[in-house]
């Protein structure tokens, strides 16, 4: 890992007045029920990442909708992991001259990003989704 991240993690960790940890390739940081992991992913880029759960058809529907753009640079992605079928959130912002509000704002938008997420596939599962499909519009 890089200087760049490691005072990243520095200084996200005194923003948190938590105990500074031991340099690794992942920090885990848990906020609230959410477990963040942080690395440098690719070299000179601060990633942020954490599992949603499992998809299925349809909360994936629910869960693409967030996918969509936004004004905020840090707003988080949704990702599938094909190892576990779960659903991915994850940021990435450039080390370059980063400081500790940059950070802290990137977990926050985690955080809220996974909390949105949760209650949109939680909705997404109590509601019924009707098809659309027709086979009447297919030719043979």
């Known amino acids: 890992m890089s200087a760049q991240y490691n005072q990243a993690i520095t200084s996200l ?4 007045s938590l105990t500074q940890p031991e340099f690794e390739n992942i ?4 906020v609230g029920e959410l477990i963040a992991h942080i690395t440098e992913h690719p070299e000179g880029q601060l990633l942020m ?3 949603i759960g499992l998809l299925d058809n349809v909360n ?3 869960l693409l909708t967030l996918n969509m753009f936004s ?10 992991d094909t190892h576990s079928n779960s659903a991915v959130i994850w940021s990435r912002q450039s080390l370059n001259q ?3 509000d940059e950070v802290y704002q990137q ?7 996974c909390d949105i997420a949760i209650d949109r596939v939680q909705q997404g599962t109590d509601e019924k989704h ?3 499909f027709d086979a009447n519009r297919f030719r043979v």
Do not use: R, W
């Not at 920090?27 to 848990?30: A, D, F, H, I, M």
């Not at 004004?71 to 599938?80: A, D, E, M």
């Open 13 to 16: 960790y005194q923003a948190l």
């Open 27 to 30: 920090t885990s940081l848990k």
């Open 49 to 51: 990442f954490s599992d």
């Open 60 to 62: 994936l529907i629910e």
């Open 71 to 80: 004004q905020s640079v840090y707003k988080p992605i949704i990702g599938f």
């Open 98 to 100: 980063v400081d500790a």
């Open 107 to 113: 977990l926050e938008q985690l955080s809220q990003g």
């Open 130 to 132: 009707e098809s659309s």
